[in-house]
């Protein structure tokens, strides 16, 4: 589909809880699974990393009686709850798909190995690649640069509630102005929030294109996977 063969699509936990951003929207869920499917049918190899901040963020909880490492322990097990409530969507809608999580969950999901999750991919499913890389202190979207590099995606699809990057935060900002493409130098230098400065390294160094764009504008992920312009384009 388009000028891509397999891609990582990180969606983040609050998109998951529809306009309040919290708990699991079914309605969403269902939307997701949908343009997910039609990818697939589509020919696209596709892997998913979600959040967990509709349920629980770690780092917030610092501070409030939680530690970072169980924080972030917590977080980590959020993002298999949606990982879960996502794959049984995506089922319904008559494409499989099987969860990996970064630390051993039998029989709750598969124990994330490489291979085993491009072979899902290969054969037609969609894996998710839960528990973000298993470790405390790092972020799903770290955790998303990593196994997107590993499993060769062609690009880290970050979808978002805004249509792609712009020179400040547009929903605080009315003068901010979207950027159709930037290089990751410029988004180093200028400060933009496209990814933390790990996951944003990670894609830098790998060569891994990053395109942030609207998820909840239906279609879009088909209308970027055909190859339009959708959203914000980061290369080198």
Not at 50 to 69: A, E, Q, T
Not at 87 to 105: H, L, Q
Not at 156 to 180: I, N, S
């Amino acid at each position: 589909m388009g000028q891509y063969r397999r891609v990582l699509l990180k969606l983040s936990g609050e998109s998951l809880g529809g306009p309040s951003g919290k708990g699991i929207s079914e309605d969403v869920l269902a939307a997701y699974a949908q343009e997910i499917a039609q990818a697939v049918r589509g020919g696209l190899q596709v892997s998913i990393v979600i959040g967990g901040g509709n349920i629980f963020r770690g780092l917030s909880g610092v501070g409030k009686g939680f530690d970072r490492v169980g924080g972030d322990r917590m977080g980590m097990l959020a993002t298999v709850i949606n990982s879960l409530g996502l794959s049984m969507a995506i089922r319904s809608e008559g494409i499989p798909a099987e969860v990996f999580t970064a630390t051993p969950m039998m029989p709750v999901a598969r124990y994330y190995m490489r291979d085993d999750a491009v072979s899902v991919m290969e054969k037609g499913g969609v894996a998710l690649l839960a528990g973000g890389t298993g470790n405390p202190f790092f972020t799903t979207d770290s955790g998303a640069a990593l196994r997107a590099l590993e499993i060769g995606a062609d690009a880290l699809l970050k979808g978002t509630r805004v249509d792609g990057v712009y020179t400040a935060d547009p929903e605080k900002d009315p003068t901010a102005v979207k950027y159709d493409e930037l290089t990751f130098d410029k988004a180093m230098e200028d400060h933009l929030k496209v990814m933390d400065q790990t996951a944003f390294a990670l894609c830098r160094e790998g060569n891994m294109p990053i395109i942030v764009f609207d998820m909840n504008c239906k279609g879009n992920l088909l209308r970027l996977l055909k190859g339009e312009k959708v959203g914000t384009l980061v290369h080198v």
